[in-house]
Structure formats: C-alpha cells, structure tokens
C-alpha cells in the first residue's frame, strides 16, 4: 500500500554531515507524524526524531542541536540533517510514518533502513 524509502546513508568521518531523505509513495490520502529511529548492533530501536504534519518536532537529547528533521508535505518527503557526526551515531537509520490511506483509515510503515557510520 504505501512503501518508505529511504537514502542518503554512508560513511563520513567524525565532525562530518549527511542527510537523510524518507520517500513515501502509494495509497497516500494524508501522513500525519513521520519519525526517524535508528538502531545500532546489539541495542534497541530508538527515536531520533519526528515531526508532525504541521511541523511540530521532537528530538532525542543526544542529537538536540546536531540533527534538523523537517518534511516537504506537498513530496510526502521527510529529512534529517545530521551535522557535527561522532562515532556513537553509527546506526541503521529507519523512516516510519503513520499515513491515512483513506479518510478515517490509519496505517503505520516502517523503511528499509539506511546505514549511516561515522569514523573517528
């Protein structure tokens, strides 16, 4: 029904920046809060940031200050600008959103990831 997409991932030395773009395509009616996790080898799935859809944003305290999230509605594309990257940022970085397929109808979707590994 609906697929997330993301890119932009790689390999970037300490102090360096990438950005990450999630994609959404399909039966889209409306997305409502699109979040970015990220999960490193052998530790749980966290947040690291979302946003709604009006542009109300919420960040982990870790990336507060070094990560921008923002959204381009009109693409159903979300971002994350990750500036100032250290080591412990290493992780595989996934897109999920809730999206009304259909009026009254919520579903939520997760990517496939995008690995994002940060050398010192």
């Known amino acids: 029904q609906v697929q997330l997409v993301e890119s932009g991932g790689g390999l970037v030395q300490a102090g360096g920046s990438l950005r990450l773009s999630c994609a959404a395509s399909g039966t889209i009616f409306r997305i409502t809060t699109m979040t970015w996790f990220r999960q490193a080898p052998g530790k749980q799935r966290d947040l690291v940031a979302s946003i709604t859809s009006g542009g109300s944003t919420n960040y982990k305290d870790s990336v507060k200050g070094r990560f921008t999230i923002s959204r381009d509605n009109a693409k159903n594309t979300m971002y994350l600008q990750m500036n100032s990257l250290k080591p412990e940022d290493t992780a595989a970085y996934y897109c999920?959103?809730?999206?009304?397929?259909?009026?009254?109808?919520?579903?939520?979707?997760w990517g496939q990831g995008t690995q994002v590994t940060v050398s010192s």
């Open positions: 999920y959103a809730i999206v009304e397929v259909k009026f009254g109808n919520f579903l939520s979707f």
